[in-house]
């Protein structure tokens, strides 16, 4: 079985600040983006299942619709495996309603001016968020005892909290860190990855212009995230 | 209740449970806010894991960022008996450095060891160097007992090799505790879940040591910084260790000139004594040569060593390694006198205290090194155990290059 860990907003410098061992493996760095305008998640996840820039297709779609695309696996790189399972990813197999839930709490956030009921949603998106996350970590870990050739898990809890908290920094260590124990339950050959990665704007996070990769086997350098699709199949 | 202070640092293996330990002994003294606690909690519910007390460190990090608290590098708690310091020992190096330059001074240790684990070689590098420092009072806690399901065997086991390996290094532990740092078995309170043992718990165990002597019952030295002429002659310096008192016969080293303090001068005052740590001035009864670099003693105090060689363990930082023989810088409190290491007795790689060969005549970076020093003109040095202020050194002139502590004083 391939393993992919695949970490939305896993920022590369917090794994190294917090020490995550297990998610940086032997070899890790940054993926290069700089090929999409801006560093969004849908485009991202989409290039990288088909290895193609999907940027001009997704963005044509409007900010709202672009959640609603989904790929069919034979568009995908996913195809090449017999049993491949694959966890929540964005444009794929992603549970909408959780995460359009998700983006409405975001926005009834930013709505109010009231310090009151700003407390009271960023509470109930964190509860929301951090739900979400651990019914995602029990699939991955049953998923992994299973016979698939091929598991993607998609974990988004890095991403979702960090655009309200990013800067409590003891909630953003204890996500990163339970992130870390998940990748050590792997034991299979498996990469680490994320589409991009966040950096301050105050209090709250906001996407930054690198993702992160990590391989026991190979050092990738300076890939791109379309790179992936061929180096996945190639460790078939 | 109030004994003062006693300042201690936990070292082991970096994952046998330092930072549980702190965060749960921080817990159960109630030295957090509660909040920052349901905090922590909280965010371990939303995780679904137990509570980890680990992260209370973290805490603490966040606050030293944020500027809150201004002390880097120690943590406080207190029992019904005194206040602690934690001294944040971030790896075994830096411990080392610290403590030879003088940024912390450890008075007790507790090693810790994980139960399912046991005696690692980073567990054994950690108590050398405790050894080295002349820290006596040891208390060893073998953590997780609830990963072996509090089993005394196991206990029993990784206790007979530590101690084995503790003799060889003349190290007498004061105590051995079982203890779950998580769950907090016998680290402020005694459990059911270990009926087989009937010792302390860890807050007991420390209780029980005794504060090293404050330097204000030490003898007296005082680190002349500079004379100032004025409408009277003002030795300015520093009293290191003791206390420095008005009418005390006083004998002026390296010369051995004796005079009598006349008195004690303060901006705009006088006053009758000058406590450890002070910058004052004073003046005296007769009129001798005094200088920057001269050390003022007690004349009844005869335990100082005025002497051109001395034994010493010295903690080179450099890249530029040193070779046997060459001239350099020694400071010692004001003292400055050039010195050079003659020889080399054991040289050690710091990281692994592999004892390398000395033959080679060179120290490198990140070496540790027992050596025989020389100096060109007489020094005041103390045994680094009995007084550390005037017991340990720095070598280098603009950059510091080395620290060392002296060892046993007067050849």
């Keep these: 079985m391939i393993v992919i860990l695949a970490i ?42 088909t290895g193609e820039n999907k940027e001009k297709e997704i963005l044509k779609l409007g900010d709202k619709e672009m959640w609603n695309a ?21 444009g794929f197999s992603y549970d909408k309603k959780i995460h359009e839930e998700e983006r409405e709490l975001l926005k009834a956030y930013f709505s109010t001016d009231s310090t009151e009921e ?9 509860a929301h968020a951090f739900s979400h996350h651990r019914e995602i970590k029990n699939q991955f870990l049953d998923a992994m005892k299973g016979d698939h050739d091929f598991l993607l898990g998609y974990f988004s809890i890095a991403d979702v909290i960090g655009h309200l908290n990013f800067g409590n920094s003891l909630m953003m260590k204890m996500i990163y860190k339970d992130l870390d124990e998940i990748a050590k339950e792997i034991k299979q050959n498996h990469i680490v990855l994320s589409d991009h990665g966040m950096k301050a704007i105050g209090q709250f996070g906001d996407h930054s212009e690198y993702g992160f990769w990590s391989t026991s086997f190979k050092d990738l350098n300076n890939p791109k995230i379309t790179d992936f699709s061929k180096i996945i199949v190639g460790m078939m | 209740m109030d004994e003062g202070y006693l300042k201690f640092v936990i070292v082991g293996h970096v994952d046998h449970g ?89 008075e007790a240790a507790i090693l810790i060891i994980d139960a399912e684990e046991g005696v690692r070689e980073q567990t054994k ?166 200088d920057r670099g001269n050390i003022i003693v007690d004349s009844d105090d005869m335990s100082y060593n005025v002497t051109t060689r ?27 006198v050039m010195c050079r290491v003659e020889t080399i007795l054991k040289l050690m790689d710091s990281s692994t205290l592999e004892v390398l060969v000395s033959d080679s005549g060179v120290i490198r970076n990140r070496e540790a090194a027992d050596v025989m020093i020389a100096t060109d003109k007489e020094i005041v040095v103390d045994d680094f155990l009995d007084i550390p202020e005037t017991g340990r050194f720095v070598l280098g002139k603009e950059v510091t290059v080395a620290g060392g502590i002296v060892k046993g004083g007067k050849i």
């Design chain 1, 8 to 49: 939305d907003a896993l920022e590369y410098t917090l794994v190294e600040k917090y020490q995550c061992e297990n998610l940086k493996q032997k070899y890790y760095g940054k993926t290069d983006i700089s090929e999409f305008s801006e560093p969004r998640t849908m485009v991202l996840w989409s290039s990288f299942m």
């Design chain 2, 310 to 336: 001395f034994r010493a363990s010295i903690f080179w930082m450099d890249k530029l390694p040193y070779k046997l023989g060459t001239p350099i810088l020694l400071r010692c409190a004001t003292q400055e």
């Design chain 2, 18 to 106: 330092k930072s549980t330990l702190i965060g749960r002994l921080l817990y159960d003294t109630g030295s957090i806010p509660i909040e920052k606690v349901e905090e922590i909690k909280n965010i371990c519910d939303s995780l679904g894991k137990q509570m980890e007390f680990g992260y209370v460190m973290d805490h603490l990090e966040e606050e030293r960022e944020q500027g809150i608290t201004i002390e880097t590098t120690q943590t406080f708690f207190k029992t019904n008996k005194r206040n602690y310091v934690i001294i944040d020992a971030p790896g075994h190096v830096e411990f080392l450095k610290n403590m030879i330059t003088g940024a912390s001074q450890a």
């Design chain 2, 125 to 290: 590098r950690h108590a050398y160097i405790l050894s080295m420092l002349g820290i006596s009072q040891v208390i060893v806690v073998i953590n997780k007992m609830d990963l072996i399901s509090f089993d005394r065997e196991k206990f029993e086991s990784i206790k007979s090799d530590l101690l084995n390996f503790l003799k060889e290094i003349g190290i007498t532990p004061s105590y051995i505790i079982p203890i779950s740092a998580k769950e907090g078995d016998f680290v402020a309170s005694k459990s059911a879940n270990l009926p087989w043992y009937s010792g302390p718990t860890v807050l007991e165990a420390l209780d029980s040591f005794i504060p090293k002597e404050r330097s204000v019952k030490k003898p007296l030295r005082f680190a002349v910084q500079d004379v100032y002429n004025f409408d009277k002659r003002i030795v300015a310096g520093r009293v290191e260790s003791g206390l420095l008192k008005k009418d005390q016969s006083i004998t002026i080293l390296p010369s051995g000139e004796k005079t009598k303090v006349k008195s004690i001068e303060e901006f705009l005052k006088t006053t009758e004594e000058a406590e450890p740590g002070k910058s004052t001035g004073l003046t005296t009864l007769d009129k001798l040569f005094v």
């Design chain 1, 118 to 126: 700003k407390n009271k949603i960023r509470n109930d998106y964190n």
């Design chain 1, 70 to 90: 989904r790929f069919d696996i034979k568009e995908t790189f996913f195809y090449n495996f017999q049993s491949p399972k694959i966890i929540d990813l964005p």
